[in-house]
């Protein structure tokens, strides 16, 4: 991946991202309506997997010494 060119890097990680969002919003569509009482506490999770997945693919790039995408 080092060697990846810019874009498919780019394509992988909006791929990693797209994928921590898509899994609870299905669980969520297909699961009926739900009350905001009982999404928040998802969206609060699935706000910090996130940042965290973020975090830590910004970590691996700068231990790689490469630059992540803005």
Excluded: I
Aim: proline letters at 6%; charged letters at 20%.
């Amino acid at each position: 991946m080092a060697n990846a060119p810019q874009p498919a890097r780019r394509n992988r990680r909006k791929a990693v991202v797209a994928g921590l969002v898509a899994a609870p919003l299905a669980v969520l569509a297909f699961s009926g309506s739900a009350q905001a009482a009982e999404l928040t506490p998802v969206a609060e999770y699935l706000d910090q997997t996130v940042a965290d997945t973020e975090a830590q693919l910004g970590a691996v790039l700068d231990d790689l010494g490469l630059k992540a995408a803005e």
